[in-house]
C-alpha cells in the first residue's frame, strides 16, 4: 500500500472525529453532588430521561455532550433543591412525553392501561360463562 | 357463535395488518420541541465573537420577528446550510444565532469560512438555552415573533426549498 493511499485513508478516518465539539464537559456532568442523598435522588431521576441524542439510552447512560449538558441540568436543580418530578416535568414541557421513560397516563397513553384490563375483564366473563355452563 | 369468531379473526388480522403497516413507516428521529406557542424562556448569553453582541430574551422580543438559528462551527450540516442563511438574511430576515459548545477561535474561522448572516451570537458552553428551547440537536432554526413567542420551529439543516417555508413562517409572525 502506497503511503499515499495510507494517508488518505487515516484522513478519512480523522473526518468524523472533527463532527464533535472541543469543550470539556458541563461541571456536573461526570461529577456527583456533594450531598449523597441529593445525588441518589438525580442517579434515580437521569436513569428514567431519554438521551436526544441517542435515542434508545437513558442520559445516565450515554456519553453524548448533549446527554451530560442533561445531567448537568439535572444535578444543579436537583441541588438547588428541586424535586425530582419538578426537573422531569420541566424536561417534559419542552420536549414531550418522549423524554421520559416513567410510564404515565395521559391523553394518548390511556388505551395502553385500559386495554389490559378490559381483556382481562372479558377473559373472566368468557371463563364465568364456560365454567357456568360445564357446571 | 360462529359470527364470534369472524369478529374475533378480523382483530386479529387487523392488529397484523397495523403492524406491517407501521413496521414499514421509517422511524421518526426528531424530537420536536413542545415550546411552540409559549413564550421564549429567560437567558442571557454572553457574546462569542467580538464584532457581534451576545443574545438576551429581551432581544428576541424587541417587536421584530426574527429567525434564531442553533448551530455549532463543529457541525457539517450547519456549514451546508450557510447559502441558504445568506439568502434569508438577503431577502430581509433578521437571524440571530446560539453556537453550543464551541470556541470563539472556531467560530470566527466557521464565520470566516462561510459568512457571518448573524446579527447577534450568544454563546451557551453547556447547551443551557438548547435545552430550555426543547431543541434537540443542531443547526435547528426557529420563528420567534416580535413579542418573543416560539411560533416555528425548522429541525435539520436549511434547504433551498426551505427558504420559502421559513420567511412564509416569518412574515405570518409579522415580518
Known amino acids: ?135 | 357463535m360462529t359470527w364470534f369468531r369472524w369478529v374475533l379473526l378480523a382483530l386479529v388480522a387487523g392488529l397484523f395488518g397495523l403492524f406491517a403497516y407501521m413496521l414499514s413507516q421509517p422511524k421518526e428521529e426528531f424530537v420536536e420541541s413542545a415550546m411552540i406557542g409559549e413564550a421564549i424562556p429567560a437567558f442571557d448569553l454572553p457574546p462569542i465573537v467580538p464584532d457581534r453582541p451576545g443574545l438576551s430574551s429581551a432581544d428576541l422580543a424587541d417587536g421584530q420577528p426574527k429567525l434564531l438559528n442553533v448551530f455549532a462551527s463543529w457541525c457539517v450540516p450547519c456549514a451546508a446550510e450557510a447559502p441558504n442563511l445568506a439568502r434569508l438574511e438577503a431577502s430581509g430576515a433578521n437571524i440571530v444565532a446560539v453556537a453550543i459548545r464551541d470556541r470563539p477561535e472556531d467560530v470566527a474561522q466557521f464565520l470566516e469560512a462561510y459568512g457571518n448572516p448573524f446579527s447577534r451570537i450568544g454563546r451557551d458552553d453547556i447547551s443551557a438555552v438548547q435545552l430550555s428551547l426543547g431543541s434537540s440537536g443542531v443547526p435547528e432554526t426557529f420563528v420567534i415573533d416580535g413579542r418573543g413567542v416560539i411560533r416555528y420551529q425548522h429541525i435539520g439543516d436549511i434547504r433551498d426549498s426551505d427558504v420559502s417555508v421559513l420567511l412564509a413562517e416569518l412574515r405570518e409572525a409579522g415580518a
Do not use: N
Open chain 1, 1 to 135: 500500500m502506497s503511503w499515499r493511499l495510507l494517508l488518505a485513508l487515516l484522513m478519512a478516518l480523522a473526518a468524523p472525529a472533527a463532527a464533535q465539539d472541543l469543550l470539556p464537559p458541563a461541571p456536573y456532568a461526570y461529577r456527583q453532588i456533594e450531598d449523597p442523598a441529593l445525588e441518589a435522588k438525580a442517579q434515580a431521576l437521569m436513569e428514567t430521561l431519554r438521551c436526544l441524542k441517542c435515542q434508545s439510552q437513558s442520559i445516565a447512560d450515554s456519553d453524548a455532550p448533549m446527554a451530560g449538558d442533561m445531567r448537568h441540568q439535572v444535578r444543579t436543580r436537583i441541588a438547588a433543591g428541586e424535586d425530582p418530578e419538578a426537573v422531569r416535568a420541566w424536561l417534559v414541557e419542552r420536549y414531550g412525553d418522549y423524554v421520559s421513560y416513567k410510564p404515565a397516563v395521559s391523553a394518548t397513553t390511556w388505551p395502553l392501561f385500559a386495554i389490559p384490563l378490559l381483556l382481562l375483564l372479558a377473559v373472566g366473563l368468557i371463563l364465568r360463562r364456560r365454567l357456568g355452563r360445564a357446571r
